[in-house]
């Protein structure tokens, strides 16, 4: 199985849904992180935690949101969706005290309409 | 703002042909650079990791080189195979910041 897993994998939604994204990881780390990858742009973060109570946003952030439902568990949810929202998100992990080494999901190709 | 730049943006060479990426970064004080692979479909996952004081690294067909003095970095390829075909991305961590510079990519396409 997979160590960090990612739901749905693909999703097609019209402008203005709520999204839910979610991701679960077996590795056993603290820190997560969610990502979205534009074509021709470097992997952007969206938000990171670095433990359940800690939530911190990253550069992109608006009109996203995430919550940090348990150590193995990490949502993004895009309020109300909007076409430039389009893109390929993902979710990492990395272990505190550790390598900085982040460990990516297989990924979330999201469409708004 | 840190950035990473990597250059072929993409390459197309022949199965058995190696290859060279390149990667300049802004990013300081350094602390390591990775090179991920991502197949098409999946997550980035890592090949190589280097810190200040190691100018090459190997795993297996794939070589990474560092020079922190001219914060410049490469992937050198040998022999590929059709599975080598993938995006490589250069990832830049500082000093202290658990935050990563991402480049874009270059994505590699083995033909046979």
């Known amino acids: 199985d997979a160590d960090v897993t990612q739901t749905p994998r693909n999703r097609i939604t019209k402008t203005g849904k709520r999204i839910m994204l979610e991701c679960s990881q077996t590795?056993?780390?603290?820190?997560m992180y969610w990502y979205r990858q534009d074509p021709g742009l470097g992997l952007q973060l969206i938000y990171y935690?670095?433990?359940?109570?800690?939530?911190n946003k990253g550069e992109i952030s608006d009109g996203y949101s995430v919550s940090r439902q348990a150590q193995a568990k990490f949502s993004l949810s895009l309020e109300s969706a909007i076409p430039n929202q389009t893109a390929l998100y993902f979710c990492?992990?990395?272990?505190?005290?550790?390598?900085?080494?982040?460990?990516f999901g297989p990924g979330t190709r999201l469409t708004v309409l | 703002k840190n950035q990473v730049e990597q250059s072929p943006q993409s390459l197309i060479i022949l199965e058995g042909k190696n290859c060279t990426l390149q990667c300049n970064y802004t990013v300081s004080p350094f602390s390591n650079l990775r090179w991920y692979k991502q197949d098409t479909g999946r997550g980035p996952v890592s090949l190589t990791i280097?810190?200040?004081?190691?100018n090459t690294k190997s795993n297996g067909r794939y070589t990474a080189t560092l020079d922190a003095d001219t914060k410049q970095s490469s992937l050198h390829i040998t022999a590929s195979q059709l599975s080598d075909s993938a995006s490589y991305i250069c990832v830049v961590s500082g000093m202290g910041d658990y935050k990563l510079s991402f480049g874009a990519g270059t994505t590699v396409t083995v033909r046979a």
């Open positions: 280097m810190t200040f004081s190691e």
């Open positions: 590795k056993g780390h603290d820190r």
């Open positions: 935690s670095f433990d359940v109570k800690d939530i």
């Open positions: 990492a992990t990395s272990d505190f005290g550790g390598s900085d080494e982040q460990f």
